[in-house]
């Protein structure tokens, strides 16, 4: 075969197969599609046989040997046919998140912990909100695969314009970072989310990322406590369309060689978040994989009302390995900011 530079070295095996134009199913971590040798096989290809590695790796056809890159192999479907012309993908665009130097000081930081800090513990009907969904208020501290500091709380108005809710604190590097208001019966039109007032979102127990060489991640923080109940480290996407939460995600397992798994509501916005994962992970060599619940909406639906043996299948199947760093995270504890930062201050009630 004659030397063809890739101009493709990049792109998944997915993506190679979508600028075919043909059909193709997916095979644990590459493509099979029909080969464009059909000459070299006794049968035509009629059961396809050409796998599809993309990246560096390109093409293979067990059948009859051709193999090249991926450039080499759109090349031969545009020989073959004069009006062949390769799809063109057209990938989202990962959102630059830029620094904000007060948002990410130690003195923010230490501002929101002692907020966190003075605040109740949850009322009654928080509580049964939480039995509700099998999560109950005080397994915080029983979870490991959690950071510390991640007990959810009861809100009334210390942060200005949020009002009553449960308080869900984020914790990155063993610092608080940002939180999300819960509001428990929202009106009408109004959002059951709030979000810190000038925060951008983040990945939830992101130092999972950190501490496992394989993390789930869910669409929310309930499922994220479901994988945690089932010792499953996991980092949820609030609302999973957060781009810049999701471009925080892959940026961290990028720098561990972190693996991460999704786990996707069963509705079309769950599918439309895997894929946004998989295309992101793709961009920037991440390995990400999709672990679907066999039934109802989403983990924590399916959790609920699967039998023991079908939570171990589901554990036993995806579990992970054992942690990277089995130190514990450094804990930050507040200092006494309480007047000394107005800027951050004006940010709170």
């Not at 923080?221 to 499953?232: I, Q, V």
Request: charged letters at 25%; one cysteine or more.
């Amino acid at each position: 075969m004659a030397d063809f530079e890739d101009k493709y070295l990049t792109y998944a095996p997915v993506d190679i197969c979508e600028m075919l134009g043909q059909p193709y199913k997916r095979s644990g971590g590459y493509c099979v599609t029909a080969c464009y040798n059909v000459a070299g096989h006794k049968n035509g290809d009629r059961k396809p046989s050409m796998a599809v590695y993309g990246y560096e790796r390109g093409y293979y056809c067990f059948s009859c040997g051709v193999s090249g890159t991926n450039s080499w192999l759109l090349k031969q479907f545009d020989a073959r046919d004069e009006n062949y012309q390769p799809k063109v993908i057209v990938r989202p665009t990962m959102p630059v998140v830029e620094a904000n130097p007060l948002l990410e000081s130690s003195e923010y930081s230490d501002r929101l912990l002692a907020l966190y800090n003075s605040l109740p513990e949850l009322p009654q009907d928080a509580i049964e909100m939480l039995e509700a969904k099998a999560l109950f208020h005080d397994m915080f501290d029983d979870l490991s695969t959690l950071s510390p500091n991640m007990a959810w709380k009861w809100h009334t108005n210390q942060v200005r314009g949020w009002g009553a809710g449960v308080f869900i604190p984020y914790v990155q590097d063993g610092k608080m970072i940002t939180a999300r208001l819960r509001v428990l019966n929202p009106r009408e039109g109004s959002p059951r989310f709030l979000s810190m007032p000038g925060n951008t979102m983040h990945p939830y127990n992101m130092d999972a990322v950190t501490r496992y060489k394989t993390v789930f991640v869910t669409e929310g923080e309930t499922d994220c406590l479901t994988a945690a109940l089932l010792e499953l480290p996991a980092v949820a996407i609030p609302g999973a369309t957060s781009g810049k939460a999701i471009a925080r995600l892959i940026a961290r397992a990028q720098e561990y060689g972190t693996r991460l798994i999704v786990i996707p509501d069963n509705d079309d916005a769950g599918e439309a978040f895997a894929r946004r994962m998989q295309l992101a992970g793709a961009d920037f060599k991440v390995a990400v994989d999709i672990a679907r619940v066999p039934f109802k909406k989403d983990l924590n639906e399916w959790y609920k009302v699967a039998t023991g043996e079908q939570l171990t299948a589901f554990t036993t199947r995806w579990k992970p390995s054992s942690p990277k760093v089995k130190t514990p995270l450094a804990i930050v504890t507040p200092a006494d900011v309480a007047d000394q930062y107005p800027e951050i201050a004006r940010l709170f009630g």
